[in-house]
């Protein structure tokens, strides 16, 4: 046999061993790509969430062409938008909201149905934080006489703290109480809200025992009469306002004492918690957010911390002059900037992609029943309380029953129960008797027995809503539904609260650590923020969670 033919056959005889060792080989280890790696941890440094009061989810889209690079532009640029997420309970109200967004639940479950509620047991109506057993830090007046033990459920922000013993920290911040203390959840290391009556940031001893010392010389540089030393003028030429109607406008609210309600706004003469009703609120508020940031060094750590802000000044000033005022325009475009500055702050201080960030809303806000008017579109104002009076006077005119209606809130009726049972009278024929009455009103589309909501014909989404919303040891007795446009509420200024989208439909960007560019058009809704965050951060769901995790955010 020739010498070339050998080779070839042993060659042959080797060749499958040798490439079975190629396959089954590692491959030589790649230093640069295990560093690239390596650059992203496991998990976050930080979670920052912010919940702009009262921001409909429009407003990421409505002043476009006005928002800086590095504000809301680079949030929708860099971050994922949940475009069509919808608060999936009733009432869409400011203490509700803050509590979903962190638990995962709804009202029906985690207890706070409202801002504040008639109470059977307690016989008055209470606020969804007060706690008259803790005291007020930084202040002498009641205003930190506050705490989370009103919501039944934990918060993300305790399973975050659960997940490692404690070695997380948990901080809220709010202008508001309670939009502060109930995302911040029952084990955070500090909630921190603005006292309007002194000027002082405050906490409780719910939290601590003494106001921190960079608190304290915080609230000793008085920062809000520094804010409101100038007038508010708008950031651009008003006349460029073309967003907006005129700015003066009869069926706005005004500052007290001021003869009108358009701009310049000289707050200066105006008690300190006026600065809740300007931008300025939002910007001290974040301003104090950092020094919280820098204080309980968050972010800093080798475990995850969550910062917790709430910004209460949209809400004010939406509820003031409205949706479609100069005044809402002028606050989103300076918010804009403060959250640009927020960013960099975040970059330089926690580092860009090691935070994770989200932006949401509470609840949106209906038009102002005299602009829905004046551009011929339905809608006008309702009063629950001369309601409640109308319908006791019927009652005792037909069944000789004094006040069978013992309060009203959150579009509920609370019946009277010991009044009807000590008069003898069925209390099934009256209840039915008043939501028949009830039915005659333009501003009332339907109106049914809480308890019944299962069995009350009701188209969906409202249906599901209202089930979410009701629970069965705090809410009301009669539930009122009203027509499209209509509030509950006066000529000036406008509200929220009831099913319909301009109120349930909220923006929700995902921004930073493990978060990839783009955008969703399904249906999501606001119970699914907190699984979401569980999902990416390797923990335990909130106790009374009933979303589900975005699955565009989590694969």
Not at 120 to 126: F, K, P, V, Y
Request: glycine share 10%; net charge neutral; with cysteine.
């Amino acid at each position: 046999m020739k010498r070339t033919n050998l080779v070839l056959i042993v060659l042959l005889a080797i060749a499958p061993a040798v490439w079975a060792q190629k396959a089954t080989s590692p491959k030589p280890f790649n230093h640069h790509a295990a560093s690239k790696t390596a650059k992203k941890p496991a998990r976050p440094k930080l979670v920052v969430g912010v919940v702009v009061d009262q921001m409909r989810w429009d407003y990421l889209y409505r002043y476009g062409n006005r928002y800086t690079t590095g504000g809301f532009k680079r949030l929708l640029q860099e971050g994922f938008s949940c475009e069509n997420t919808l608060i999936n309970y009733s009432p869409t109200i400011t203490a509700c909201g803050h509590t979903c967004v962190y638990t995962g639940s709804v009202p029906a479950v985690h207890g706070i149905i409202g801002n504040t509620w008639y109470s059977n047991e307690a016989g008055r109506s209470i606020y969804c934080t007060e706690d008259s057993t803790v005291s007020t830090l930084g202040s002498t007046s009641a205003a930190g006489k506050m705490s989370p033990r009103n919501m039944y459920v934990t918060t993300i922000g305790d399973e975050l703290r659960l997940s490692n013993n404690f070695q997380s920290k948990v901080v809220g911040v709010a202008i508001k109480d309670r939009g502060a203390i109930l995302p911040a959840g029952h084990s955070a290391n500090a909630a921190f809200w603005y006292d309007g009556g002194t000027g002082n940031w405050v906490t409780s001893t719910y939290y601590m025992n003494e106001l921190p010392a960079w608190a304290q010389e915080y609230n000793s540089q008085k920062w809000p009469q520094q804010y409101l030393s100038k007038p508010w003028t708008t950031l651009y030429p008003v006349a460029s306002y073309t967003l907006s109607t005129a700015d003066e406008k009869p069926y706005e609210g005004s500052y007290k004492g001021a003869s009108g309600s358009s701009f310049p706004h000289d707050l200066s003469k105006i008690a300190n918690g006026t600065i809740a009703a300007s931008p300025f609120g939002n910007t001290m508020t974040l301003e104090f957010a950092k020094k919280a940031m820098e204080a309980y060094n968050l972010g800093q750590g080798s475990v995850t911390d969550f910062l917790a802000i709430s910004l209460s000044s949209t809400d004010y000033v939406g509820h003031q002059f409205g949706p479609n005022s100069v005044e809402a325009e002028d606050t989103y475009l300076r918010l804009d900037h403060d959250l640009a500055t927020l960013f960099q702050y975040l970059d330089a201080k926690v580092g860009k992609g090691q935070y994770l960030f989200f932006i949401t809303a509470d609840h949106g806000v209906a038009h102002v029943s005299g602009f829905m008017e004046e551009n011929k579109l339905p809608g006008g104002t309702f009063s629950s309380y001369r309601a409640m009076q109308a319908m006791n006077e019927k009652v005792s005119t037909k069944f000789g029953v004094k006040n069978a209606i013992k309060a009203t809130d959150n579009y509920q009726f609370w019946l009277n129960h010991d009044a009807i049972t000590d008069a003898g009278k069925n209390e099934p024929e009256i209840q039915q008797y008043i939501i028949t009455e009830l039915l005659k009103l333009p501003a009332v589309v339907n109106a049914f027995p809480n308890r019944d909501v299962l069995t009350t014909t009701l188209p969906e989404p409202m249906r599901s809503m209202m089930v979410n919303g009701y629970n069965a040891k705090r809410s009301g007795d009669i539930q009122l539904v009203l027509a499209s446009g209509y509030m509950d509420g006066g000529k000036t200024g406008t509200t929220h609260g009831t099913w319909y989208p301009y109120d349930a439909h909220i923006p929700l960007v995902w921004m930073g650590w493990g978060i990839q560019p783009g955008k969703t058009n399904r249906t999501i809704g606001m119970t699914d923020i907190s699984p979401t965050l569980a999902a990416l951060l390797h923990i335990q769901m909130p106790s009374g969670n009933v979303g589900q995790a975005i699955g565009e955010i989590t694969k």
